[in-house]
């Protein structure tokens, strides 16, 4: 049966029983509490034993209310039947025994009885409890009198008048008790059903009627939480086009369509249904307890179309409405909440570019792979697996130490990038694990580490005497959203000492063209530091936004830079158009995945400020390229008409 959802609270009678449990304390204090008065003041041959009993019970069972509230209905159980029996124990006294005995016994009894129309009334809540107790008292009083008169007058009417006394007493406290229960119970209960009817209506999409998106999700993950690796399945119903119905037929059309197809949902899976929510303009989703076979889902699924097959009657017309079924189960192809309702969406886009009406969620080897990498990732960092490696970037300088002139390269700028040493998988490339690091949350503490330990690694050179190198560093987009970056740079330029200036932040042209990004260059060049385009031409960047970024360099993307080995002219005149243009906004250029001769001479011929690529040098460790610059075997370019009588493996000045 579908649930009502609505807010992540107990219902009303669960609250109720809470608010009950300090009043049967309060109520067995003042049992225990007349009977010790009893004891005290009325001189009768009735058994002391029955009294000390009585209050010693009582009391005990408000302590256990007070300290063990699970013990609550163990507690109500055993007062009710002490007090039957007590009461029994009492009637019979009355009926068989002498009048002193019998006033007591009346007053006992009607005490008890009236104790035990409050628990009546605490139980199923029936105002009826006050005339039952106040009529039960008249007639406790009643009988008193009855035998007091009877009494000859030789007998002590005495202590038959202080039980008299009594029981009017502790009758009318029960009676005020009882009032005061009643309209204290009501009020309280009227205030719960009044939160409970707005949560809700809260949790209720108001066009269907159906749970909405926020009370589905809330009750998703609960039951994700108790359940534990218990199976249930989720399936969404997308309707198919039908944003073609709102455009054809009028918003109006479109809301009837949705309200009658949560009828026709709510009638066709409304016996299995766990829930039955509107998650989204045109889809609608279920979950179902236990777990569900192939062929469960395919028949589950057939049931769901033929509730389709019918016309709709919306817009006085009929009208074919079809739909699209994803599912998802849990654990089987989905881990948590948010994965399982990716799976049912991923299976609605691959049902349809399949041409199917169904389709079930799998966790292909991809999926697999990549929740083991994110596993690993996550403890990447702490274990020390991550490790950067360094590329140089040569300045084109003449013989005349004059840049730009197309005479040779030299090295005073390296990019550091990224690798992860993979205990078992051994070196796993970014394009591998940045952008599972990015959907995982993990990228800004990452992104942080590489700040710092780029800076350290370039203070080390130059202790070393390696050299005074500059060092440039990817920031990802997700970074950029971070509040924290620029501090994060300001923090590794410091603990570090490495000047500002010797700082390249690059950042993609696709992810540049937003003001956020805008912002944060501007922060970060505030400080000193420089900043790069990086694959400038992949993207479609505004004009007029670049003109009024802060750029110091643009990094030409390497797809530009391959086309510059063959004689197409329409590939050299784009790059050389880009190389003008961003002269022209005040920076110089890095051509980037110079791999060979031609590329890099036809680079320097166009206007190229920088080379950089496998010509020049491959990424290394820390360790191998200082071991390879203090030794010399660093790669150099010359342009061929300067490179007579010179190697390949000449040292870069």
């Known amino acids: 049966m579908i649930e009502t959802i609505g807010a992540d609270s107990p219902d009303i009678e669960q609250r109720l029983q809470r608010y009950r449990r300090p009043l049967y304390a309060v109520i067995l204090c003042l049992i225990a509490i007349d009977a010790l008065v009893a004891q005290r003041l009325l001189d009768t041959p009735f058994e002391a034993v029955a009294r000390y009993v009585l209050a010693s019970g009582a009391a005990v069972g408000a302590l256990l209310l007070w300290a063990a509230p699970r013990l609550f209905r163990a507690v109500e159980v055993g007062v009710f039947v002490l007090g039957s029996v007590l009461s029994l124990t009492f009637l019979g006294l009355a009926l068989g025994g002498q009048a002193t005995v019998h006033a007591e016994a009346v007053r006992s009894f009607t005490v008890w009885l009236a104790l035990l129309v409050v628990w009546a009334f605490l139980t199923f809540g029936s105002r009826a409890a006050l005339g039952s107790s106040a009529l039960l008292l008249g007639l406790g009083v009643a009988q008193v009198l009855v035998h007091i008169g009877a009494t000859p007058p030789p007998d002590d009417h005495g202590v038959q008048f202080g039980a008299l006394a009594d029981l009017l007493l502790v009758g009318s406290a029960y009676l005020m008790l009882l009032f005061a229960l009643t309209n204290s119970i009501e009020r309280r209960s009227a205030a719960l059903a009044s939160e409970e009817t707005a949560a809700r209506m809260l949790a209720l999409d108001s066009l269907t009627g159906v749970t909405n998106r926020a009370a589905f999700h809330r009750l998703h993950q609960k039951i994700t939480r108790g359940r534990g690796d218990a199976p249930f399945t989720l399936m969404l119903v997308d309707l198919d086009d039908f944003r073609s119905i709102n455009e054809r037929f009028g918003t109006a059309v479109g809301d009837d369509v949705l309200r009658e197809v949560a009828l026709r949902l709510a009638n066709t899976v409304g016996q299995e249904a766990r829930v ?51 599912i998802s189960r849990y654990p089987q192809d989905a881990q948590t909440p948010t994965e399982q309702v990716s799976q049912a969406e991923r299976a609605v886009v691959r049902a349809r570019e399949v041409g199917e009406k169904y389709r079930i969620a799998s966790r292909d080897d991809h999926e697999v792979e990549r929740e083991a990498l994110e596993r690993d990732l996550r403890e990447a960092l702490g274990k020390g697996e991550l490790e950067l490696y360094y590329q140089p970037i040569g300045t084109v300088v003449g013989a005349g130490g004059q840049e730009r002139d197309g005479a040779k390269v030299t090295v005073r700028t390296v990019e550091a990038l990224l690798r992860w040493n993979h205990p078992e998988r051994g070196i796993v490339p970014p394009a591998d694990f940045i952008p599972i690091a990015e959907r995982a949350g993990l990228i800004v503490s990452i992104g942080n580490w590489v700040l710092g330990e780029a800076c350290r690694q370039a203070m080390r050179w130059e202790r070393e005497g390696v050299g005074a190198f500059n060092v440039s560093v990817n920031v990802s987009p997700h970074q950029f959203t971070d509040p924290g970056l620029t501090e994060s740079v300001r923090r590794a330029l410091h603990s570090t000492g490495l000047p500002p200036g010797r700082l390249l932040v690059e950042v993609t042209e696709t992810s540049a063209d937003q003001p956020v990004v805008e912002q944060r260059l501007a922060e970060i060049r505030a400080l000193g530091v420089r900043v790069a385009i990086d694959d400038f031409g992949a993207g479609y960047s505004s004009l007029g936004r670049l003109r009024n970024m802060p750029i110091d360099l643009v990094k030409l993307d390497r797809s530009f830079v391959r086309g ?90």
């Open 276 to 326: 039955l929510a509107r998650l989204g303009g045109d889809v609608f989703g279920f979950l179902l307890d236990g777990p569900l076979e192939d062929e469960q889902a395919g028949g589950l699924s057939a049931r769901v179309a033929r509730a389709f097959q019918a016309p709709f009657t919306a817009g006085g017309g009929p009208l074919q409405v079809t739909a699209t079924v994803g």
């Open 564 to 653: 510059l080995e063959g004689d197409d002219m329409r590939v050299r005149l784009i790059v050389r158009a880009a190389v003008v243009l961003a002269h022209g906004l005040g920076a110089k250029v890095v051509a980037e995945g110079i791999e060979s001769e031609p590329q890099a001479a036809a680079a320097v011929d166009i206007g190229c400020d920088y080379l950089q690529g496998y010509l020049i040098d491959p990424p290394a460790s820390a360790r191998r390229f200082a071991a390879a610059w203090t030794s010399g075997d660093v790669r150099a370019w010359l342009p061929p008409e300067d490179a007579e009588g010179v190697t390949p493996a000449a040292r870069l000045n």
